[in-house]
């Protein structure tokens, strides 16, 4: 079963594994990868790097983050998020895409990632690096890990643990 997992931040990311769950490919907001290319002003995916990304291998499920607003964060924060995940809910939708929101914490608990009072990065991280030894996760010309690729990554293996 191929999946596509979705981290739809402003940092985030698009990931594809296959039936195995082995890392296809990804793609991020604010960083040019191979065809898929962002906006050239902005961290938002361009509409036309999400549909053929989407659609080059018609994957058997989406599972996009779901999103929710924290206590702390203003109506242009709050709009910009739930933009984000609607593009992405209506371009699977156009495109005739299964697809499923996944809540952080139900995403964070199929992968082991629960960070249980550490930096819910990290944990993803590290266990993004358990399961994927061979990929590096510091993308060219970066110091840091991209934690919307790892987000993604971990987002479409819990698909793929829940669908296969």
Not at 69 to 98: H, N, V, Y
Not at 102 to 128: C, F, H, I, M, T
Request: charged letters at 25%.
């Amino acid at each position: 079963m191929s999946v596509i997992g979705i981290d739809p931040g402003l940092k985030g990311a698009m990931v594809a594994l296959d039936d195995n769950g082995a890392l296809l490919w990804f793609c991020c907001a604010d960083y040019d990868c191979g065809p898929f290319q962002r906006y050239a002003q902005g961290k938002r995916f361009a509409p036309s790097a999400v549909r053929d990304f989407l659609s080059h291998d018609r994957p058997d499920i989406v599972c996009i983050e779901q999103q929710s607003g924290r206590p702390a964060q203003g109506r242009g924060s709050l709009m910009s998020i739930a933009w984000q995940q609607g593009f992405f809910e209506g371009a699977c939708m156009g495109l005739e895409l299964p697809f499923v929101l996944a809540r952080p914490q139900a995403w964070r608990k199929s992968v082991n990632a629960q960070s249980n009072g550490e930096n819910p990065k990290d944990v993803s991280l590290r266990v993004a690096e358990q399961l994927y030894p061979d990929v590096n996760f510091v993308l060219p010309g970066r110091r840091k890990p991209h934690d919307g690729f790892v987000d993604a990554l971990l987002i479409a293996r819990h698909a793929w643990k829940e669908n296969r």
